[in-house]
């Protein structure tokens, strides 16, 4: 979950963020070199009183201006086409096919496993809070039913809505993911550890859009095959 206080990424939860997480870093420090640059030459040339003639006609500098941008450049392109294809492409077969509806003011789960013919179907409604509530509950993070998914397999999103706009995803993931009535709308991660994962509506869809958490439960394979025999 975001903190105020935080000044990077959310660790990455999926195979898929943590990639596009390595084209942020890279961008960001060939960002920082570039600045470093420009600021030293503007340096040498506001508080050079001598002359600028050296880097205003030299040769190798305009030599070392020109190839070094070009060589950054091929290198972000390479690396975010790389992740792009990455995240969108995979040799494996998707273990969990999940089927995301929205509504106002709360998601439909369809949860197909490893291509089988049976299907789970359930709503997933926040919880509010109550008296009998403990002092650790959490407003606006805790559902009824959260979707479970196995980590260490592919899991595809296919993502629509059945009234309004809406969004599905979670900053940990990295993915964001619109709800469109009449359309579907793919996604896919892979879950590299067990846990929580929390995210929330992220598209404006009416008076309660703040109470549509995406609550998505990480679950190691016995655990999530224990779970499938059991709502079974």
């Not at 060589?71 to 969108?88: G, P, Q, R």
């Not at 789960?109 to 709503?123: A, H």
């Not at 809406?166 to 793919?186: E, F, V």
């Not at 929580?196 to 009416?206: A, D, P, R, Y």
Request: proline share 6%.
């Amino acid at each position: 979950m975001l903190e105020w206080s935080q000044t990077s990424l959310p660790e990455p939860a999926s195979v898929q963020a943590f990639n596009l997480q390595i084209v942020y870093e890279g961008c960001l420090v060939v960002a920082v070199f570039i600045s470093f640059v420009v600021l030293f030459f503007m340096r040498m040339v506001v508080f050079n009183t001598a002359t600028c003639s050296v880097y205003l006609e030299c040769g190798r500098l305009e030599v070392f201006w020109s190839v070094l941008p070009f060589i950054f450049l091929v290198c972000i392109c390479s690396i975010s086409v790389f992740a792009l294809y990455v995240n969108d492409e995979t040799n494996e077969d998707p273990l969990v096919d999940v089927v995301v509806v929205g509504h106002q003011w709360y998601w439909s789960y369809q949860v197909g496993v490893d291509g089988g013919p049976e299907v789970f179907k359930w709503d997933s409604r926040i919880v509010s809070r109550s008296v009998d509530s403990p002092m650790d509950f959490q407003d606006y993070w805790t559902v009824d039913r959260p979707l479970p998914v196995p980590v260490g397999g592919v899991t595809r999103v296919l993502v629509t809505s059945e009234d309004v706009l809406h969004s599905w995803g979670a900053p940990r993931l990295h993915l964001k993911i619109d709800a469109i009535p009449g359309r579907l709308t793919r996604g896919l991660f892979e879950l590299k550890l067990p846990g929580v994962i929390k995210g929330m509506c992220v598209e404006l869809c009416g008076a309660y859009h703040s109470m549509m958490p995406t609550i998505i439960e990480g679950l190691g394979e016995a655990d999530f095959w224990q779970w499938a025999s059991r709502s079974s």
